[in-house]
């Protein structure tokens, strides 16, 4: 079945950067797009990037551009979101989730919760 | 790219029927028919339940709908049960191949 299994739960101070790591199985990793979407507390959901994995070609939201780059492996089947310089306004649950252009589809990762704090 | 905009709540009681609207822009929700909903309980990833604005996905009951005219999108839930009570977002491509979520909206079951 298909499964997108997220990297551990991470604290970080400001300033610093994190990476989230999405690692899919049970499909082929190349044929569908990662979208990555954060919850921050008590926000709601708010759509970041898209990656497409067979060409490595991105997409960011406005907000998101130069201080999140989405990358890949495609020889692990592994997705990457990076955050740097990051802020307590970062503090948020980070999800990957499967999808194609246009729409996500049901296939999310289960959350990687970053807490930003000195 | 602002959000698109969804009632902040919505409230019924068991066996009604409720309706959350999603409105954008002709540069989303009104230029596509990729408008998604998701059910979001927390703690939990979110659930898509409607997509391409009218289907849903297998599984997902047929109490839910999805319906667009012009720049909004509505969802309707019929006999509404108490699992039910979570938050509903929704999400529409856009002109720019981004994808822009809803505010989210509140539902709470009587």
């Known amino acids: 079945q298909v499964q997108l299994v997220q990297s551990g739960a991470e604290l970080k101070k400001p300033g610093a950067s994190v990476e989230v790591s999405c690692k899919a199985s049970g499909y082929s990793f190349t044929d569908f797009y990662i979208h990555w979407v954060r919850q921050a507390p008590g926000q709601g959901l708010q759509w970041m990037a898209w990656i497409k994995p067979n060409n490595g070609a991105t997409n960011y939201a406005q907000s998101f551009q130069g201080r999140v780059t989405v990358t890949r492996d495609p020889s692990i089947s592994t997705a990457y979101m990076e955050i740097s310089r990051l802020t307590s306004d970062d503090t948020a649950v980070y999800y990957c989730a499967r999808g194609q252009l246009p729409t996500l589809d049901p296939n999310w990762g289960q959350g990687t919760l970053v807490t930003v704090s000195s | 790219q602002s959000a698109l905009t969804q009632p902040a709540s919505v409230s019924g009681s068991p066996g009604q029927s409720i309706t959350v609207s999603c409105t954008g822009t002709?540069?989303?929700?009104?230029?596509?028919?990729?408008v998604s909903w998701f059910q979001h309980h927390p703690g939990k990833a979110p659930k898509l339940i409607i997509y391409d604005v009218i289907y849903r996905p297998s599984g997902v009951s047929s109490r839910f709908s999805g319906s667009k005219s012009g720049n909004t999108a509505s969802l309707t839930i019929s006999g509404l049960q108490a699992e039910d009570e979570a938050d509903y977002y929704c999400t529409s491509y856009t002109s720019s191949a981004r994808v822009v979520f809803g505010g989210g909206t509140k539902l709470t079951v009587l």
């Open positions: 002709s540069s989303d929700v009104g230029g596509y028919n990729y």
